[in-house]
């Protein structure tokens, strides 16, 4: 099947699936034309890789969780590990945008909304010295880790 019938049949656009093969996620068979022709092995593969990109999971553990897929020998173990690695990083995602919406939600309760120049919205986003309850912390762990 085409590119086209890949992508009607996994639920993923063509650009996705091109950038799966690219990244070596997936290879379907070439045709003599050169034309890509995927098998429906190839079109469970990449509705496995939605449906785990969808719960989250990067490409390196969609890597692994790929490879512990077709591992018939495979410890349920090295999969737990891989998923209870994301839901901990969810959980923090989730601890992130709950302080986000509490900081959000007091500054728009404090601000009169009205016609006179001073805000708090702004005079918070535009504080130096202050990043804890504003949603810094997410960005400072991605630079971390």
């Given amino acids: 099947m ?19 093969e690219d990244i070596k996620l997936i290879l379907p068979l070439r045709d003599s034309n050169g034309y890509r022709a995927f098998r429906d092995s190839d079109v469970h593969k990449l509705t496995f890789l ?3 990109r969808a719960l989250g999971f990067t490409i ?32 923090g995602k989730i601890s992130d945008l709950i302080r986000m919406r509490e900081t959000l939600s ?11 120049p001073d805000c708090p919205i702004l005079e918070r986003l535009g504080k130096l010295d202050e990043d804890t309850d504003t ?11």
Avoid: M
């Avoid at 085409?2 to 091109?18: C, F, H, M, Y």
């Avoid at 949603?135 to 880790?145: L, N, S």
């Fill in 60 to 91: 390196e553990d969609c890597r692994s969780l790929l490879a512990l897929w077709e591992d018939k020998e495979r410890a349920s173990a090295d999969v737990r590990q891989i998923a209870r690695d994301n839901l901990k990083i969810i959980e």
């Fill in 106 to 116: 007091h500054l728009v309760e404090a601000c009169a909304g009205d016609h006179r």
């Fill in 50 to 52: 939605g449906r785990a």
């Fill in 135 to 145: 949603g810094q912390a997410a960005d400072k762990r991605k630079v971390a880790g």
């Fill in 2 to 20: 085409n590119i086209g019938d890949a992508s009607t049949r996994s639920g993923l656009p063509p650009k996705t699936i091109r950038y799966y």
